[in-house]
């Protein structure tokens, strides 16, 4: 009785140990979404260079710093522009601005620029109810100048997402995933 | 033949004696139900007066316990046959038949079975505790908080507080330290989930405890080398041993976030074999908590978890098997929690939240909300040999973590954090029995573990093995009572950590720890006792303090470990002092210790350097190590002006001090001070322990908090002092021959506004207004 008793828990004991030994398990993946890079892209109206600048953090945050682009644009030009969010931990990069604008409804895209900058941003495209989304935009800028721009991605969880057109950056009914601040040059 | 075959089925290897003396009283009339038992209950070997045995009478189901000499008495028996059954704790039961004509009075000698050195509870026969610190909560104060989380209930105990991330999340603090400084002990086991998140609570369902005690000093050895902040041991209760079956039901309501919580328990020993076995279950469902002002949206709380026991027990062997289950899913309060600190800054600036954050009463969970199970398996086998004993424990846990925040794209299901440990872990013991006044334990234990997360980075995939022995030696002779113990460890872990582009980054460390502690009593004489123990724990950095980089969502702080860390090292000198007159009227607990820590490793804000990533600027947080000073008392009396009527006075104060850069350390627990008055009622036929008690308690200002003229340390300062007004009260009554025990607890009674400095839902919102609860017990 006792020496089976004992063999047992042995055999507990042993398997126990088995299975913590097994090989390093290399086989895990880290799926969850991270976003690496906003791309801006200039396509100059009547013509041009297009320009495209970027913020750029291709390891996540954490690790490597970010690179960051400054925006230099000429003066008195009106741009078409385009913005794009790429996760480059995976291979190829993954294109998040497609999600972003299946769900046009819960997001939501500021451009704020500093005073003096002399750079206008309007032209904010919309999301299916008419309210600004901001993937793409036009920008006009005026005289040489320096400043910054902040570009923030906002997104609403709630369902629905009531998203108004009046809502500010800091509005509590959404919660920021992208800040990101470009030093700005028209020259 | 019955006694025989009882004792052949419990396989006692006891002598007992027993002396029936019957009281010449005589009666002139046939009075026939007034009559008195009483009796009187005395260790057979030391000739202890045995105080808490419990006494029953089957046939009557009447119940007591035996006051301070050992003696007990039942009224109002009718004369007849009844059977006696009489049991304390590490002693075996007694059964006893007695025909009753007249008062009578029997003296039952108990034979401790085995002179074990035994774990803390067999130790509680003494009429003082046996180690360097022990509180423990149970009876009476562990009913009281019945339907709270096991953090919740321990902070009743003094000098235990409790560290905070919103009404849902709550871990114990003991003497101003906790996570991987503290050691829980569930059944025996040494609990092994992700510990070191201030914001991951202990995986246990308190209703699985019969005790919930803190120890520090010598016995803390048996289960680690690194409990730096104290033990809880998580412990069931004893484990049936006359032939039948027991149940428990448990139902409770808590008014202000509507919460039920409904806990059952069955159990039964077999009668013509060794075999036992319990079933265990709690269901718990609360919605959102409401503070005196506003709700809070998402603050709700599931719980759902069961544990299954069976024994085998023979003279020379015992054998048990357990496996729990406990699995929570708890809401976040969604105005606390932040992946970006524009959005945290305003929401501490505001000095309510935001509208949209609160208001909803509902059950529902959102995001963000964490999800967490987890499963213990253990065997545990004792074998006896002569006066030696040999334990084998074996266990298996998994533990599973997912965090879900919030996401941009409602399409994600998946959590954003995921963690699963496996724990295995095999301990041998080995105990002598006490003799020449001497006992002894030694033991050896072994733990394997794998940690694998998916989803967001926070800490490495990890493989930690680890191997340790022990070995204890107790003394105890007249007044004295000496205890010594010593343990080494040694822990290595491999880990493994996924890089972007598929590449890994592997670290291997490897840690030895040393603990010894020190442990002398002295009973002075009646009533005094005086008790110092000299502690040196090491703990190993855990592997967040190495590893951890990245963002705390929540928080919204970037943490980064540090891999050059080297374990800590504690150095606790404390000296206890307990008085208690004769009458049991009046008597107080002091206790003073001085916990000086090397190389102790806190969180280092960082306000020069944040981390820049694509959703901002985050500030950092880096893992640092110091020396650390932290200095306390604990003090206690009580008062008994009259029979029916209690004062309890508990006071606990803590200085904790940066000794490197001479400063506060920050998030230590505040003064506090908390007075009890409870009034007794005498037992009636209908009304049995009946009680009712006001309590108020009150937590000072944390006025010790670094200093900031350096660069910001925390994001607000310490809220200002408050006082709670806490009620209970209890009774026993049969409903339908079922004793049946009503209570009625009522937190905040005054609907007081407050937040607490180690809740770091300080930053944003109040804490819980008035909650009344009431509770059921059905012992069947």
Redesign the interface.
């Known amino acids: 009785m006792k020496s089976k008793l004992l063999k047992t828990t042995f055999a507990i004991l042993m398997t126990g140990l088995l299975i913590s030994s097994c090989e390093k398990d290399t086989t895990e993946e880290n799926q969850e979404e991270v976003i690496t890079t906003l791309k801006l892209t200039f396509v100059p109206v009547g013509g041009g260079t297009t320009l495209t600048y970027q913020f750029d953090d291709p390891d996540g945050p954490g690790g490597t710093a970010p690179t960051q682009d400054e925006i230099i644009l000429a003066p008195a030009k009106t741009y078409n522009v385009s913005l794009q969010l790429l996760n480059k931990t995976v291979t190829p990069a993954e294109d998040i601005t497609t999600e972003v604008k299946e769900e046009a409804d819960a997001h939501r895209f500021y451009y704020e620029n500093s005073p003096g900058s002399s750079i206008a941003i309007t032209g904010l495209d919309n999301d299916p109810n008419g309210v600004p989304l901001g993937v793409t935009s036009t920008w006009t800028t005026g005289v040489a100048a320096n400043g910054s721009l902040k570009v923030t991605l906002r997104h609403y969880p709630a369902v629905p997402p009531n998203k108004a057109a009046g809502d500010l950056v800091n509005s509590t009914k959404s919660a920021t995933d992208i800040e990101v601040v470009f030093v700005t040059k028209v020259q | 033949m019955f006694m025989a075959s009882l004792f052949k089925i419990f396989s006692l290897k006891i002598t007992f004696s027993v002396f029936l003396a019957f009281f010449a009283v005589f009666h002139a009339g046939a009075q026939n139900c007034s009559f008195t038992l009483g009796g009187h209950v005395e260790d057979a070997d030391t000739k202890e007066k045995l105080k808490e045995a419990s006494i029953s009478i089957k046939e009557t189901g009447q119940q007591t316990t035996t006051d301070d000499d050992g003696n007990f008495l039942f009224t109002g028996l009718c004369t007849g046959k009844y059977t006696v059954i009489i049991s304390h704790t590490g002693c075996d039961l007694v059964e006893k038949t007695i025909n009753l004509q007249k008062n009578a009075h029997i003296d039952v000698y108990l034979m401790h079975s085995r002179k074990e050195l035994g774990n803390v509870i067999v130790e509680a026969k003494k009429t003082v505790s046996n180690t360097g610190f022990k509180k423990e909560l149970s009876g009476r104060a562990l009913n009281e908080t019945q339907g709270l989380n096991l953090a919740e209930a321990l902070n009743r105990i003094n000098g235990v507080t409790m560290l905070q991330s919103g009404p849902t999340v709550s871990k114990p603090v003991i003497h101003g330290l906790h996570g991987s400084r503290i050691l829980t002990i569930n059944n025996g086991v040494r609990q092994e989930g992700q510990q070191w998140g201030n914001d991951h609570a202990p995986e246990i369902d308190p209703f699985i405890a019969d005790k919930l005690i803190v120890i520090k000093g010598v016995d803390e050895l048996r289960y680690g080398s690194d409990a730096i902040g104290g033990v809880i041991l998580v412990e069931p209760r004893a484990v049936r041993n006359i032939p039948g079956y027991a149940a428990e039901l448990n139902v409770g309501y808590f008014t202000n976030n509507r919460q039920y919580v409904v806990s059952g328990l069955f159990e039964q020993q077999l009668k013509h074999k060794p075999f036992h076995y319990r079933v265990q279950g709690t269901f718990k469902k609360g919605a959102n908590v409401a503070t005196p002002d506003y709700r809070l949206n998402n603050t709700g709380n599931e719980e759902l978890s069961f544990s299954l026991t069976a024994g085998w027990r023979k003279e020379k062997?015992n054998?048990e098997l357990f496996f729990s289950h406990f699995g929570t899913k708890l809401g976040i309060f969604t105005?606390s929690h932040?992946?970006?600190i524009?959005?945290l800054e305003?929401a501490i600036a505001a000095p309510k939240p935001?509208?949209?954050?609160l208001g909803q009463n509902t059950y529902k969970i959102i995001?963000p909300y964490q999800d967490v199970t987890h499963q213990l398996l253990k065997?545990k086998?004792t074998?006896y040999k002569g006066d030696q004993k040999f334990t084998?424990l074996?266990s298996?846990q998994i533990n599973n973590r997912k965090e879900y925040d919030?996401?941009?794209?409602?399409?994600?299901q998946?959590p954003?954090l995921d963690l699963t440990i496996?724990t295995?872990s095999?301990d041998f013991t080995w105990e002598k029995m006490r003799k020449n006044n001497f006992n002894g334990v030694a033991g050896v234990s072994m733990m394997?573990?794998?940690n694998?997360?998916?989803?967001?980075?926070f800490i490495p995939?990890y493989?930690a093995y680890s191997f340790g022995a022990y070995y204890l030696e107790k003394w105890a002779k007249h007044k004295w009572e000496l205890q010594a113990g010593i343990r080494y460890d040694n822990k290595t872990i491999?880990t493994?950590r996924?890089?972007?582009?598929n590449d890994?980054i592997n670290y291997d460390f490897n840690f030895s720890t040393l603990a010894s502690s020190f442990n002398a009593i002295y009973k002075l004489n009646a009533g005094w006792r005086l008790n110092t123990n000299i502690s040196l724990a090491s703990r190993a950095p855990y592997i967040n303090e190495l590893l951890s980089?990245?963002?705390h969502h929540g928080t919204a702080t970037?943490e980064?470990g540090d891999i050059n860390l080297v374990p800590e090292k504690s150095f606790n000198i404390s000296a206890g002092i307990q008085y208690q007159n004769e009458a049991k009227t009046f008597g107080f607990e002091g206790l003073l210790y001085t916990n000086n820590i090397r190389d102790f490793i806190y969180q280092q804000p960082m306000p020069e350097t944040p981390?820049?990533?694509?959703?901002?600027a985050?500030p950092l947080i880096e893992y640092r190590q110091t020396d650390a000073s932290l200095n306390g008392v604990d003090f206690s009396l009580f008062l008994k002006p009259v029979a029916v009527l209690e004062w309890k006075g508990k006071l606990a104060m803590l200085n904790a001090r940066n000794k490197k850069t001479d400063d506060w350390l920050i998030w230590m627990p505040a003064n506090r001070l908390t007075n009890e008055i409870t009034f007794s009622a005498k037992d009636t036929k209908t009304f049995t322990g009946t009680y009712f008690s006001a309590e108020m308690q009150n937590v000072m200002e944390q006025k010790h908090v670094p200093d900031e003229s350096n660069g910001k340390q925390d994001y607000k300062a310490p809220p200002p002092a408050y006082s709670l007004i806490n009620l209970n009260a209890s009774t026993i009554i049969d409903l339908y021959k079922v004793p049946t025990t009503i209570s009625l607890g009522v937190r905040n009674l005054l609907n007081t506004q407050y937040r607490d400095y180690l809740n770091s839902m300080r930053y944003f919102a109040d804490e819980m207004g008035l909650n009344i609860s009431l509770r059921l017990k059905f012992q069947l």
Do not use: P
């Open positions: 062997f054998s105005g932040f992946g970006n524009t959005d305003n935001d509208d949209v954050f995001r065997s086998s074998f084998i074996l298996a919030i996401v941009r794209s409602s399409n994600n998946r954003q496996y295995f095999e394997q573990q794998d694998s997360y998916s989803g967001r980075y995939n493989f491999n493994t996924l890089k972007f582009n890994t980089d990245g963002i970037y980064k981390v820049l990533t694509i959703a901002g985050f």
